[in-house]
Every structure is written in structure tokens, then in C-alpha cells.
């Protein structure tokens, strides 16, 4: 029998979450739909209903802490207005404290790129999710180029640029604590980006 259509939704994201709780303990090698039934409080029926496997929950994992991180970043443009350079510079820092105070979202991203590796379904899913941050932050570099305050350059190789550099950084910030500070990574990260789109002087 199907869930009610009320508590489907919810019953939904309790078993993400608990997936993503579970990914973060025992990693995607570790992960069983037994597991993750236990920790969601459903039985292993219910849990099938919704996803009929380890790589479709994988899947809703990477798609709920993408959809987390758009609203943590959508949030931190918001208060910066309109001005891109402000935009550019909340969205770094959006991303870089997510790495710190929600270090769970990136053992997703991780243990779903290490099974991505062998999946080409999973590959094209990362490359559009890619895409679309490409396209997120190239709009706010075209936006700062057209004002003035960004040399002419093309926003989505920019915006290659920038993502790459946050990334890594990002991937230091949860993984190694001692290597820097969000404060510190946040100032490093900024300067390099407000940098490399600095007009040239005349």
C-alpha cells in the first residue's frame, strides 16, 4: 500500500536525511538500504517504495544538500544587493562556512564523486549540477563586467575558475581543520577572485 499522499513528502525527506547521516558515519561502501531504513524508522518496504536502490538514494542525497546549499547561497546574495562584486564575494563565503558548519554535506559530494567515477549516469548527473553553478556564478561576473567593475572576460570560464578555486579550498576546510580558518579561507578566496576579475589599469 502506498503512503498516504500527506506523509509522503515527509516521510521522503526523513529517509534522505537519515541517508545522509548514514553516508557520513559508514560512507557509500558502508551503506546498506538495512541501515538506512533503521535510521529513517521505516521498515525496508517503505523504504523501497520510494527508492529502489543504493545509487537512487545516493542520488536524492547529493540533490538535497545541492538544494541546501542554493538557499544558503541564494540567502547570502540576497543581503548583498545588488552590487556583483558584493554577490560574488557573499556567495564564496556562503560556500566556504558550509564546509565548516555542515562538514556531512561534503562527505556526500565526496563518497557520490568516487561512484560517479564508475557510473556515467551519475557522471552527466554532477556535470549538470555543475553546469548550473557555472551559469549561477558566470551571471553574477557578466553582471559585474557589464557594470564596469569587472574586466571583459567570459562569465561561464570565469565562473570554472572561481568554482574550482572554492572547491578546493572548501574540501580543506572540511577535511583539515589546521590548515586555515573559514575567516582566513574566506579572505584568501575573495582576494584571489577579486583579483583575477580586476580590470587592468589604464
Request: charged content about 25%; aromatic content about 8%; hydrophobic content about 50%.
Amino acid at each position: 500500500m502506498s503512503p498516504k499522499r500527506g506523509v509522503a513528502p515527509i516521510r521522503r525527506t526523513t529517509i534522505v536525511r537519515a541517508t545522509i547521516r548514514c553516508l557520513a558515519r559508514d560512507g557509500y561502501t558502508g551503506l546498506t538500504m538495512k541501515k538506512v531504513a533503521r535510521e529513517a524508522g521505516v521498515s525496508q518496504g517503505i523504504l523501497h517504495y520510494y527508492f529502489a536502490d543504493k545509487r537512487a538514494i545516493l542520488v536524492a542525497a547529493l540533490e538535497t544538500v545541492t538544494a541546501d546549499l542554493d538557499r544558503r547561497v541564494a540567502a547570502a546574495q540576497a543581503r548583498g544587493g545588488k552590487d556583483a562584486k558584493a554577490r560574488l564575494q557573499a556567495l564564496v563565503a556562503a560556500c566556504l562556512r558550509l564546509a565548516v558548519e555542515e562538514r556531512t554535506f561534503w562527505i556526500v559530494f565526496v563518497e557520490f564523486w568516487g561512484e560517479m567515477m564508475h557510473d556515467r549516469r551519475l557522471r552527466e548527473i554532477n556535470a549538470a549540477l555543475y553546469e548550473r553553478m557555472r551559469r549561477l556564478i558566470g551571471a553574477v561576473v557578466v553582471q559585474g563586467v557589464r557594470a564596469g567593475a569587472f574586466r571583459r572576460t567570459d562569465g561561464r570560464r570565469a565562473a570554472a575558475m572561481i568554482l574550482g578555486l572554492v572547491d578546493g579550498v572548501s574540501l580543506q576546510l572540511a577535511f583539515d581543520s589546521t590548515a586555515f580558518s573559514v575567516a582566513e579561507a574566506t579572505r584568501f578566496c575573495s582576494d584571489a577572485v577579486m583579483r583575477y576579475l580586476a580590470r587592468e589599469a589604464p
